[in-house]
């Protein structure tokens, strides 16, 4: 018999969180534990017997939910958004303390959304201009997305890597934010749309020609296999791993 792992979801009863719930209670390795909502304790996490948090649950809460368990020798797979480099920052000195804990922050669960931001950011030292546009749910309460804010770092370190300077963009005058966010030098545009679940577009441009890389999320369903990857590996990975990428061999 393989091992079977004891999860808890928090934000049990959101968009993903319900979706996370089914995927846990099919999973035949994985026992669900708990499912919290936003009134229940997070003593209940303890008592359940929780081996791992899966955290969906909003931005203003996440990293309280994350610091609980971490100081309670719980790994956490982390796929709310809200991960500001000061709070990982935060993140990484605590785990300093718990070297047996593992947590990961997936901006994204999708595979193809982390190949797509994989892609770009290959792709991006070969172009002179380089923009993101994400598309969402008019639901979300964030912008940009915590998937474009990566695929952003990751394009701006590449970038940075092969010498590659600033996109050109000659705008001295932009009234209402119209070239959008600026996320280490790469413009980040953010669509709010019904019907819209998750979509990313990186536009690459050069001399006479465009590589468009997109990736869509039709259905939460999409971000499913991700977190169970997450929660079946997230105690072999002690520390932080910043991108479900780091439990995948894309090389
Ligand atoms: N990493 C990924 O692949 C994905 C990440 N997300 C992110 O996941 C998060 C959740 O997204 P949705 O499910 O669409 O939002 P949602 O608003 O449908 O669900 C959030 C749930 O968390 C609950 N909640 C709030 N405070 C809580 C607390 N202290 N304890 C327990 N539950 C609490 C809310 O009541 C709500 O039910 C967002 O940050 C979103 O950006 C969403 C989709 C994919
Ligand atoms: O809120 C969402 O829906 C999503 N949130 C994540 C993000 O902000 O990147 C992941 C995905 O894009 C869906």
Redesign the pocket.
Known sequence: MSKVWKVAV????????SEAVKAVNTAEDMDLVAA???S?SLDEVVESGAEVIVD????D??EK?VRFAVEHGIHAVV????WDDQKVANLRDLLTQHPQVGVLI?????IGSILATEFAAKASKFFESVEVIEMHHP????AP??TAVHTAHKIAEAREEAGVGASPDATTKDEGGSRGAVVDGVHVHAVRLRGLV?HQEILLGDAGQQLVIRHDSFD?AS?MP?VLLGVREVAAHPGLTHGLDGFLDLS
């Open positions: 928090l934000g049990a009863a959101g968009r993903m969180g919290l909502g936003s229940d969906l649950t909003v931005p809460v996440t939910n796929g709310t958004t809200g997936a901006p994204n669960f999708a639901n979300k309460v964030d997305s915590g998750a939460r971000f991700g």
